[in-house]
């Protein structure tokens, strides 16, 4: 067992993550170099010198502890969460969601850090975290330099860590509640196999005027403007689906909207082009839209989607984008604790394991910094159950097989049996609150096994 008072702790990125981290394991006693760069050169999307920038809207989501982001925010309070604690001092009137006055909390953050005694700040680009560590007598590493990582250390990342598994830009395609799908216009079948009953996707069958239709509203639709650091280069396997109806009214058609394997569908119809949807998770609770990755606004995704037979109700648990986004692949390069299998002393934090969003990032940097504490305290590593929202961030990012950054849903925590009853008298909302409330007894009957 190390001494916590002898312990040194390097932590690059005082973004979300790192700004959690480093605050979490300095008020635990540890000794912290935290290390940033924006000082020294702000990236496109950064307009303010100081720590923890929320980049763009103000808002930190939801308070509501039945919601999914609600629930997080419980969760990290719990902890001591020192970004969550911020946003709360300097709120502004938002409703049920958390929203700030960002250039008030992020002074208040660098303010605590800078003003903190086990921790030094050091203003640096960093390259290589290993010979950093060296440089500055620690010996843990955590790298939380988020989705715009700067060039020199992604390089390093590339080369010492990750290979091809490490990547740049993010696509999303939007996912929907598949309690909101309308079933008696959609079949289950997958492509090129025999079926009667069931499968693995769930298929929205068109016609000829549908298609049309639909890849005339996508053409048409307003499309978020790239920023001008981003630089729209998409792999031609992944195209947005806008562009492709760009491209021509029948790319889609003879790309991810193919019929071939789906004809006749299940009634015996021949379908003139196909929307699949693939689960989300092995309840089936939320849907992908496979392949529709786009750049419409949200707005507009929410009116042209809904074009989809069987969408026409759907309630989207997260939107599509494309963004430029740096992020490993967890699952193949790092222990559930978030450090690489590689390093053992180097862990990741924040957006660049996996993750999307602001309040999801700086839980990825409490959760890596509570599980480094145990472990200089000579603790055996816990996992959070599954069932709790940091729990099911870490399992997302550590089980999916193609890694697509995702904000926490309840698409990624377990369901709960739900009887038709139970759906008649409270829907869809009481489902959500049931599983809320199971998350937090589970979390704190966790927490308080710790003790
Ligand atoms: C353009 C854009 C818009 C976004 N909008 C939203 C939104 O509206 N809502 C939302 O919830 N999420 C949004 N996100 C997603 C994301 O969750 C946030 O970017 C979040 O800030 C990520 O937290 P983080 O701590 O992982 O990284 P960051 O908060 O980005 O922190 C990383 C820090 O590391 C520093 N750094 C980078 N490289 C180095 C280096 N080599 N050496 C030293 N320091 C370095 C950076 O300067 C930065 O301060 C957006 C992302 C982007 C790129």
Redesign the pocket.
């Known amino acids: 067992m190390q001494k916590i008072g002898q312990t040194r702790v390097l932590i690059?990125?005082?973004?979300?993550?790192?700004?959690?981290a480093a605050m979490y394991l300095a008020n635990n006693g540890v000794s912290v170099v935290l290390?940033?760069?924006?000082t020294l050169k702000?990236?496109p999307?950064?307009k303010i010198p100081t720590?923890?920038?929320?980049?763009?809207?103000?808002?930190?989501?939801s308070l509501d502890p039945y919601s999914a982001h609600g629930l997080l925010k419980t969760e990290m309070k719990s902890l001591g969460s020192f970004i969550i604690e911020s946003a709360e001092k300097n709120a502004v009137p938002a409703g049920d969601a958390l929203a700030v006055d960002r250039e008030k909390f992020s002074a208040e953050i660098t303010e605590q850090l800078k003003a903190h005694k086990n921790i030094r700040i050091v203003e640096?680009?960093?390259?290589d975290p290993i010979k950093l560590k060296a440089q500055f007598e620690c010996d843990y590493v955590i790298v939380?330099?988020?989705?715009?990582?700067?060039?020199?250390?992604?390089v390093w990342i590339t080369k010492e860590v990750s290979g091809d598994d490490f990547y740049f830009y993010d696509a999303i395609a939007p996912v929907v509640d598949a309690d909101t799908l309308d079933l008696s216009k959609m079949y289950f079948k997958d492509r090129h196999k025999e079926m009667t009953e069931g499968g693995d996707y769930l298929n929205s069958p068109m016609t000829k005027e549908q298609y049309y239709a639909f890849i005339e509203e996508l053409k048409n639709a307003e499309k978020v403007p790239a920023?001008d650091?981003?630089d729209w280069k998409f792999f031609e396997s992944c195209l947005p689906i806008d562009l492709m109806a760009e491209r021509g009214p029948d790319t889609a058609r003879f790309s991810c909207m193919k019929r071939v394997g789906l004809e006749p569908d299940i009634n015996g119809k021949w379908p003139f082009a196909v929307v699949q949807l693939r689960k989300e998770n092995l309840l089936g609770s939320a849907y992908n839209l496979v392949g529709f990755q786009t750049r419409l606004t949200y707005k507009e995704q929410v009116r042209v989607f809904r074009m989809i037979p069987g969408l026409e109700e759907a309630s989207f648990i997260h939107l599509g984008s494309c963004?430029?986004?740096s992020f490993l692949n967890a699952r193949k390069l790092l222990e559930t604790d978030l450090r690489s299998k590689k390093y053992p002393e180097l862990y990741f934090?924040?957006?660049?394991?996996g993750?999307?969003?602001?309040?999801?990032?700086?839980a990825?940097?409490l959760y890596v910094a509570f599980g480094l504490l145990r472990r200089i305290k000579g603790q055996e590593p816990v996992n959070f159950p599954v069932e709790t929202a940091i729990g099911a961030l870490v399992n997302y990012i550590m089980t999916i097989e193609k890694p697509c950054?995702s904000?926490i849903n309840f698409g990624l925590i377990p369901s709960i049996e739900f009887t038709k009853e139970m759906k008649k008298t409270g829907g869809k909302k009481l489902k959500k609150e049931l599983v809320a409330r199971r998350a937090q007894e589970v979390f704190q009957s966790f927490t308080s096994s710790l003790r």
């Open positions: 690059i990125g005082a973004g979300l993550a790192g700004s959690e290390v940033e760069g924006k702000l990236n999307a950064q720590f923890a920038e929320l980049v763009c809207t103000n808002s930190l989501k640096l680009e960093a390259d939380a330099t988020g989705p715009l990582t700067s060039k020199a250390l992604e920023k650091f981003e963004h430029r986004n934090a924040g957006q660049i394991t993750v999307e969003g602001y309040t999801e990032s700086a990825m940097g950054p904000n």
